[in-house]
């Protein structure tokens, strides 16, 4: 399995998915999230999920990986760009802007990509996606422990896309 972003050339993810771009809520957190393209899945594929993580936020966060964007029961091979905020064909789950260190933003706000916004050096972000055999009947909102556990002996096949944000 692979997955590519248009969004993510030499490495370097495009601004406009984090601080840098044009597209936020109202607490001022990054919304447009990144596109991917899933391909050569294995056979037996039903569903994919996501995580897109930040752990060069550890020294920044208090030690702990900021997690920018959960999803389950994703059931297409490709995602577009802003699509987080717009889709109602796979679930979400909550990210890390809902935590103390992002501000206690609300769930309902939490639960869409919260984009890149490094606060100390450029960060390498992973975009994790696990190609499942089976969906996982999470609802919006869950958290992301929640997933790992659901997806526990139904994983196939998992890539991880990695790319880096400037401060």
């Excluded at 999230?33 to 920044?60: C, H, N, Q, R, W």
């Excluded at 995602?79 to 889709?87: P, V």
């Excluded at 206690?104 to 994790?128: I, N, T, V």
Aim: with cysteine.
């Amino acid at each position: 399995m692979k997955v590519t972003s248009a969004s993510i050339v030499n490495g370097q993810i495009h601004d406009k998915h984090g601080k840098h771009g044009a597209l936020k809520n109202e607490n001022g957190m990054p919304t447009c999230s990144l596109p991917f393209k899933i391909e050569d899945a294995p056979a037996g594929t039903v569903s994919y999920a996501l995580v897109l993580e930040d752990k060069d936020a550890f020294p920044v966060s208090g030690g702990f990986s900021w997690i920018h964007w959960t999803a389950a029961d994703i059931i297409r091979t490709e995602l577009f760009e802003n699509e987080s905020q717009s889709a109602t064909d796979f679930v979400q789950g909550l990210n890390s802007w809902t935590s103390m260190q992002g501000g206690s933003q609300s769930k309902e706000l939490s639960r869409y990509y919260g984009g890149m916004a490094p606060p100390d050096a450029p960060h390498l972000y992973e975009l994790h996606v696990f190609a499942l055999d089976t969906k996982l009947g999470l609802k919006n909102g869950f958290l992301m422990n929640d997933l790992y556990k659901q997806m526990d002996g139904h994983i196939l096949a998992q890539y991880t896309l990695k790319g880096t944000y400037k401060n």
